[in-house]
């Protein structure tokens, strides 16, 4: 499979736990976004790396979130002392910057429960 | 500021013709995409437009009016499993870098 994989799918945890999703794009794309999405709702921008620079974060990504990008390769996203309120679906998604057309493509998703 | 709006729920029929529009008003614009999702599914990409007109695919159809901040998927010859979210993403380039922005999705339900 060569798209764009998370892990894990699912994750339970207790208010105040920490939690890090990781995510692996596809091999040759250069751009990784992170999103969340709620019930209902559109994706939410969270962050973006181009290689391994974090180059845009939204401000709904608090002190309590932190990306990484380490070689420019796979991407981790780390919540401490979880909410109630960050359960969410967290979207990666990857993409090909040469100029021109750069479409995304989506990984499956880590759907968290905050409880 | 970025703002985009779709309807929030269609329905139609098999085999009829759907058209979901979305307006979008952003401080920098690259190109409009139109994805599908379905329930529990990550989003899937359907259309790309950056200059202004109609892009065909198949059933599928993407107008772009980048003067009136317009766009619209056109859904032919619709299939139960047309079903699920559309949802219109603009590439915003207003904070001088690209990224995507997505609007709530307009939920199509088809019915038999």
């Known amino acids: 499979d060569t798209g764009v994989s998370q892990n894990p799918r699912h994750k339970i945890t207790k208010r105040g736990q920490n939690v890090t999703f990781r995510c692996d794009p596809i091999s040759e794309h250069n751009r990784l976004y992170w999103y969340r999405q709620t019930l209902g709702q559109g994706p939410e921008f969270l962050t973006y790396f181009q290689n391994e620079a974090q180059l845009e974060k939204s401000r709904l990504l608090s002190d309590r979130f932190s990306a990484e990008r380490p070689k420019g390769s796979f991407s981790t996203l780390e919540i401490q002392r979880t909410e109630q309120g960050d359960s969410a679906m967290y979207l990666c998604?990857?993409?090909?910057?040469?100029?021109?057309?750069?479409?995304?493509?989506f990984g499956q998703g880590t759907r968290l429960t905050v409880v | 500021g970025q703002n985009i709006d779709q309807p929030t729920e269609m329905t139609a029929t098999e085999g009829a013709i759907v058209q979901i529009n979305c307006t979008y008003q952003t401080s920098g614009f690259n190109g409009l995409f139109w994805y599908q999702q379905h329930a529990g599914e990550a989003p899937t990409f359907l259309s790309y437009n950056v200059l202004d007109g109609l892009e065909e695919k198949g059933r599928f159809s993407s107008f772009l009016s980048r003067s009136k901040g317009y766009s619209y998927l056109l859904l032919k010859e619709l299939q139960m499993k047309d079903s699920a979210s559309y949802l219109c993403a603009v590439r915003d380039t207003g904070t001088g870098f690209q990224k995507l922005v997505f609007g709530t999705g307009t939920r199509l339900l088809v019915s038999p």
């Open positions: 998604a990857s993409s090909l910057v040469s100029g021109g057309f750069t479409e995304a493509f």
